[in-house]
């Protein structure tokens, strides 16, 4: 029967390990979809996972015309020893970088996106391919997709990147500013920003039917940063920056 066989199917699924998990939700979303960027993030959050990191990625995505930028970035802050190193900021620098080698004159760091997220030891890279079919052939549009809620360091850094619409998956309700309750307590210089430039934000977590995304891809977004969540907050109560002997890194700087 159908219903037995949807069961089965169903089980197999629920089993996969998150990392395949996310290579088929990648394969079977429908390009351009709030799901397949999201799926992105999750492929890119298993591997900040992997690297030691919190399981936190996030795609910033620049459409002109004809072509799309999709800069993801993952979490880095352990890894790599950077306070700054959360995932939406690692995909605004890849971004950043890209635009501002592009605008040097340097060879650019985009690579075509083949439908593959491997981001090697890097925090952020830039993928490009043909724009969506049916855009508007002028401006720029510029999607911003967290899978956790973004922190005020991020939230910032996205209103002055001037991004048109933030799409979150899962709400932290400790670390996030982008909740309507927790957007009310950033800076007024912030918040006034972001409502002159008529920022959008969409909440695709299962409270919120705004822009939904699969249930079961909700579930790991949001798994990907709580199975980490308690070891990382430990290691980073130690200090990212200055932790270890910093004295002897300094001296060995100036030798
Ligand atoms: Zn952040």
Same mark, same amino acid.
């Given at each position: 029967m159908a219903i037995a066989g949807n069961s089965q199917h169903h089980q197999s699924s629920a089993e996969l390990g998150t990392a395949d998990f996310a290579a088929a939700a990648l394969a079977s979303a429908e390009p351009y979809s709030d799901a397949e960027y999201f799926a992105m993030t999750l492929a890119a959050a298993m591997q900040a996972q992997t690297a030691g990191d919190y399981g936190i990625a996030s795609a910033l995505v620049i459409r002109s015309h004809d072509t799309e930028l999709i800069g993801l970035g993952r979490n880095a802050v352990l890894s790599t020893r950077? #306070?700054? *190193?959360?995932a939406e900021v690692n995909a605004i620098r890849a971004v950043q970088s890209a635009l501002a080698s592009q605008r040097a004159g340097r060879a650019h760091h985009a690579r075509p996106w083949t439908g593959e997220v491997a981001l090697g030891a890097a925090a952020g890279v830039v993928f490009f391919r043909p724009a969506? #079919? *049916?855009? #508007? *052939?002028r401006g720029i549009e510029s999607l911003l997709y967290a899978s956790l809620e973004p922190c005020p360091m991020c939230t910032v850094a996205i209103i002055s990147s001037r991004i048109d619409r933030v799409v979150v998956a899962a709400l932290d309700e400790q670390g996030g500013a982008l909740a309507p309750e927790r957007f009310a307590r950033l800076p007024l210089a912030w918040s006034s920003l972001a409502s002159q430039q008529g920022f959008v934000v969409d909440f695709a977590s299962k409270e919120s039917a705004a822009a939904p995304i699969p249930a079961k891809l909700a579930v790991r977004l949001s798994e990907a940063f709580s199975s980490t969540k308690d070891a990382r907050d430990a290691e980073v109560s130690q200090g990212v920056l200055l932790n270890g002997n910093i004295e002897a890194a300094i001296a060995q700087l100036v030798t």
């Open positions: 950077d #306070p700054l *190193g959360h969506r #079919p *049916g855009l #508007p *052939g």
